[in-house]
């Protein structure tokens, strides 16, 4: 007996009521894209290995699915000087181009090769597949998508406070309750600053990040146990119990930066952009002092954002950054960008149980096929449906009715249509809501109405 087929390890099929959902997230998102100005772009899925190495660090270089040049890669080595060079050689000797790791750095290599045509500022969206040669394990794949949007060329705050619309409006349509959580890197910056620990920033948010789990007492003594000093952390105190509003943890916040250039600067940026948001989000957006992402990345806003009903981690993020494009030698283009995390949104809209009914059910309408008589008579109704823009399906084979009936149930087809001798003497169809189980005699004109109303 012949082995069954599978496929690689972190990767997934996708059924037909799963590319529906999918579907649903992707249009949804692309079309608020659209919405806001942004243009879609998409880049290959391989890229030269000299464009992808040394972007993501040692370990990310490591998670690069490398791809074997064609023909004889191995010309000119005798098979002693394969046994004897190392396999990150033999690579490099042998792969010239890898998947794309993610759509940031293939982005920038787009604005670099197509900088004299690009509109600045560019405003892009791209959503495709991205590999990551990662152990694969429950929520980790090695093949997954990114939806990502960008403002490159502009160093207007009006980009984050867009981007922050951009999320509100995605997730209302959704009908997720989400919060938005804001920060800024240069605050962070200037808080390292102000207590003496610049090199202790991430230790810092980490515990910080505990103070609802296990209290202040304990926040404090994590601090110590990765070295903070007692005067620094005596300094932190106002900011770890940092309460009340967006307003409020600014002002707090504002003193306590007092002697900090950068740090006042990231306070006045998150002032500006949460002013400008005020009364236009459906959505709440907090102001979180604990949210440090991409801190080698980013250089100004940071952004998270958490489902309130789901316990899930981030769904989307984001930020702004300063140099995207320094690493293809065109340095000093700034830019601010956000990712929707597509799986993760799949996950909660199943929860929720939120996707439409008509997002998810594809055909609307089921002809029965009696015979080649009765399909005749039926077509030019099929073709007057599917103008109407009703997903309508002929049963192509005359089989026995159950079969017919039950494929219909099968698939979730709302209504089923069916003709014989006494429907065509009538120039009618019989018209049978499967929900209900009601029938009727209609017309093809009514049939239409009775469907798209």
């Not at 920060?183 to 948010?205: H, M, Q, S, W």
């Not at 300063?322 to 293809?328: A, E, P, R």
């Not at 009618?428 to 209609?442: A, D, I, W």
Request: charged letters at 25%.
């Amino acid at each position: 007996m012949a082995q069954k087929p599978g496929i690689p390890k972190g990767t997934r099929d996708f059924g037909p009521i799963e590319m529906a959902k999918r579907n649903y997230i992707f249009n949804t998102i692309r079309d608020v894209y659209a919405l806001y100005g942004f243009q879609q772009i998409e880049t290959p899925a391989m890229e030269n290995l000299s464009t992808l190495m040394g972007k993501y660090g040692e370990e990310g270089d490591k998670l690069l699915f490398k791809i074997l040049n064609s023909g004889d890669f191995m010309h000119g080595m005798t098979a002693e000087e394969v046994a004897a060079t190392s396999t990150q050689r033999l690579a490099a000797k042998f792969c010239e181009k890898g998947l794309r790791y993610d759509l940031t750095v293939p982005f920038a290599r787009y604005v670099v090769q197509h900088r004299e045509e690009l509109q600045m500022p560019f405003k892009r969206y791209q959503i495709q597949p991205v590999w990551r040669a990662d152990r694969p394990q429950k929520g980790r794949y090695r093949e997954f998508y990114q939806c990502d949007a960008d403002v490159v060329g502009s160093d207007s705050l009006l980009n984050e406070v867009e981007l922050m619309q951009i999320v509100d409006t995605v997730f209302s349509k959704f009908g997720i309750r989400v919060q938005i959580k804001i920060n800024n890197r240069k605050i962070l910056t200037g808080i390292a600053e102000v207590i003496g620990e610049a090199d202790k920033i991430v230790d810092i948010t980490v515990a910080i990040d505990k103070l609802d789990k296990i209290g202040l007492d304990a926040v404090n003594e994590e601090l110590r146990k990765v070295g903070i000093a007692e005067d620094a952390i005596e300094k932190l105190q106002p900011i770890i119990k940092l309460e009340g509003g967006n307003d409020d943890k600014l002002q707090t916040i504002m003193e306590v930066l007092a002697s900090s250039e950068v740090g006042l600067k990231g306070v006045e940026e998150c002032q500006f952009i949460l002013d400008a948001l005020k009364g236009t989000l459906d959505n709440e957006i907090q102001l979180d002092l604990t949210l440090a992402r991409g801190l080698n990345y980013y250089t100004g806003a940071i952004f998270e954002v958490k489902a309130l009903d789901v316990q899930i981690g981030s769904i989307t993020g984001g930020g702004r950054y300063d140099n995207l494009t320094g690493i293809f030698g065109m340095p000093g283009l700034s830019g601010v960008g956000i990712s929707f995390g597509a799986d993760r949104i799949y996950d909660v809209l199943n929860q929720l149980d939120l996707y439409p009914k008509e997002a998810v059910n594809a055909t609307q309408l089921l002809f029965i096929n009696f015979g080649e008589k009765e399909t005749a008579y039926v077509l030019p109704m099929v073709g007057a449906a599917r103008k109407a823009g009703i997903r309508t399906e002929m049963y192509p084979d005359s089989v026995k009715m159950k079969k017919q009936m039950s494929y219909a149930n099968a698939k979730q087809i709302p209504f089923v249509a069916l003709a014989g001798d006494n429907e065509m003497a009538e120039g009618k169809v019989m018209l049978k809501n499967m929900t209900t189980g009601e029938q009727q005699l209609v017309t093809s004109e009514e049939l239409i109405k009775i469907i798209t109303e």
